[in-house]
């Protein structure tokens, strides 16, 4: 009985594949003859089906014969319409159909997959020929080349004498940020260009946040009038950042993370509140351009900031080896001042080690911070003038105090 359950479910679930195909099919060719519509589809599917119950040579035979049918339609077809969507929705169709006698949920879910894609015939049309820049198409062939070709092929284990060099866990740096860059390229596109400004500091914060600050000052630099929104991108830059290094902590040292999260976390809200405020007082009503042939992210950049990982890794094993923790933890400060997300994987990395000094390593990202605010102070005073970088320089280092406050009481400094 159950196996009679079984094929009377496949033959539903074939034939209303067939329907859905053939209906979405009929509806977006209202105004045109087809050779195979809602009935050919239903049939076809039907057929299938029973071909697949009565054996793999009888659906093979079966299969051959609609195949050859899928020629003569197209050679027939050719002048008036040189697309082979039609056909080859037939032989979707087909093997749906002959899949739902083996597997109806596999079969049903990839019939909906099917027919929304014929569905969405003029959107997909759109995006891939207006909407699409051939820059963001070559970022995105970029992207998955680097998930899925480069990383499944570097090896899980250390490649130097010193155990600090894994290049699976350096390129996952790479593709982290270049996946960073590629979100907030999309959620520009998405969201339009009136928030284009915050947003671009927010996710220009995951490649540098002092790139960043420097870009805003500039723009402070050329119009005065944007000082109250530039502040607020310039913070909105050090979220990300900050927020990155949480993702860079988990990737590299989960357990570091877990005790520095708390501050971590009061550091972006303070930097949040500043950035809110800024907009609050902003009174920039004009929208930002978005270049559409602007790369969404920079490779060179995420192979410099992994390149200057992997040194200050293997000079912070050295530093270890010759002055013990504390002149590697020094050494990482001094990094941060350029790069925190550097110095962060060089503490992440000490962390591992089983005679760490895990409240050392705490306050020793707190030094790294102080530094990253030092010099993006500094920076902010350069590009944007003094009233640029009092704003900047104030809420940083309000984020500053946040970290340390909560890390204090965290450790029962206070």
């Not at 359950?5 to 509806?27: M, P, Q």
């Not at 015939?121 to 992207?143: A, M």
């Not at 915050?198 to 005065?224: C, I």
């Amino acid at each position: 009985m159950a196996f009679h359950a079984d094929v009377l479910s496949g033959f539903v679930t074939a034939l209303g594949i067939g329907l859905l195909i053939g209906t979405v099919r009929e509806k977006l060719h209202a105004d045109q003859t087809l050779n195979s519509g809602i009935r050919t589809h239903a049939v076809l599917s039907l057929v299938c089906s029973v071909g697949m119950t009565l054996g793999l040579n009888a659906f093979l035979v079966i299969f051959a014969v609609v195949g050859a049918l899928v020629v003569v339609s197209y050679r027939n077809s050719l002048k008036s319409d040189a697309g082979m969507t039609g056909e080859v929705a037939l032989m979707a169709t087909a093997m749906l159909s002959a899949l739902a006698t083996q597997n109806t949920a596999l079969a049903a879910s990839l019939g909906v997959v099917v027919a929304s894609l014929l569905f969405a015939k003029v959107p997909l049309r759109r995006f891939s020929r207006e909407l699409l820049s051939i820059t963001e198409l070559q970022d995105g062939l970029l992207l998955c080349a680097a998930i899925l070709v480069v990383l499944p092929l570097l090896p899980k284990v250390p490649v130097d004498p010193w155990g600090a060099l894994e290049p699976y866990a350096l390129w996952r740096i790479v593709v982290l940020i270049m996946a960073v860059g590629m979100a907030g390229h999309v959620a520009l596109r998405v969201v339009g260009t009136f928030w284009g400004f915050p947003l671009a500091g927010f996710f220009s914060g995951m490649v540098s946040s002092t790139a960043a600050t420097a870009s805003f000052g500039q723009h402070v630099r050329q119009d005065e009038g944007m000082l109250g929104i530039s502040v607020a991108a310039t913070l909105l830059s050090n979220v990300a950042s900050v927020g990155l290094l949480a993702l860079v902590l988990q990737v590299s040292s989960p357990h570091l993370l877990g005790l520095v999260w708390a501050p971590l976390l009061a550091a972006i809200v303070s930097l949040l509140v500043c950035a809110g405020y800024g907009l609050s007082r902003s009174n920039v009503h004009g929208q930002a351009v978005m270049d559409l042939n602007a790369h969404a992210f920079n490779l060179r950049h995420a192979l410099v900031i992994t390149l200057t990982i992997s040194m200050v890794l293997l000079v912070s094993v050295w530093l270890r080896e010759w002055l013990g923790e504390t002149g590697a933890i020094a050494s990482a400060v001094v990094v941060g001042a350029a790069e925190i997300h550097a110095a962060a994987i060089s503490l992440a990395h000490m962390s591992m080690q089983t005679d760490s000094n895990m409240l050392h390593l705490q306050w020793g990202l707190c030094g790294v911070l102080a530094a990253s605010v030092l010099s993006k102070s500094v920076v902010a005073l350069v590009s944007g003038g003094l009233k640029f970088s009092l704003r900047v320089s104030a809420a940083l280092a309000l984020m500053w105090v946040s970290f340390a406050t909560v890390l204090a009481w965290q450790t029962g400094f206070v």
